[in-house]
């Protein structure tokens, strides 16, 4: 099927030398269409996905989620030796974190729901720490503790991160820089 799968995120893994997929199944509406129970597909490919138009093969639901996903982040913690997925939970959206032995799952959640209403997660790494980002409905852009999803606070902006309608479902991105870079 062509859909409109997005939200995705790309991996190379050097092992194998394959290109990993997860992204969103919008290819239907609430089980409509057949959209899969997760909300999440997950495929791989051996050809480099990222110019032009790409079909990756492989491509399946993710399983083993009792609740409809979205907007998924993927990493291997290397630390735990395990591959980590943060995700929103669209009951409510919350954001929480599974983990699995292989980037496709099984996946078990191991932290959340949070309390607020988040989506559009990212796991991302400030010096020797980790953290999970998401934007919120309310507005802020919220900081949580990896891999516990403690609230944090909000992250501090030098912009407003909505446009002059006010506050809408923002996603965080969120890399560093090394000291002194100049933008």
């Known amino acids: 099927l062509l859909r409109n799968d997005y ?30 129970a997760s909300g999440l597909v997950v495929a791989r490919s051996t050809h480099d996905p990222r110019r032009g138009l790409s079909v990756m093969g492989n491509a399946r639901q993710l399983g083993g989620f009792a609740e409809m996903h979205e907007d998924p982040c993927l990493i291997f913690d290397a630390g735990a030796k395990k591959w980590r997925l ?9 954001t929480e974190l599974f983990e699995a032995d292989t980037w496709d799952g099984p996946f078990t959640k191991i932290a959340g729901p949070t309390k607020d209403d988040s989506t559009g997660v990212l796991i991302q790494k400030i010096g020797d720490t980790r953290y999970v980002f998401s ?49």
């Open 7 to 36: 939200a995705s995120q790309i991996i190379y893994e050097d092992d194998t030398k394959e290109w990993l997929a997860i992204g969103c199944d919008f290819g239907g509406v609430a089980g409509r269409e057949g959209r899969g």
């Open 86 to 94: 943060a995700t929103c939970c669209l009951n409510g959206f919350h």
């Open 135 to 183: 934007g919120s409905k309310a507005g802020p852009m919220l900081v949580y503790s990896y891999p516990d999803l403690k609230s944090l606070g909000e992250l501090k902006l030098n912009l407003s991160q909505h446009g002059p309608q006010g506050a809408l479902r923002t996603w965080p991105n969120v890399f560093p820089l090394p000291a002194g870079f100049p933008y």
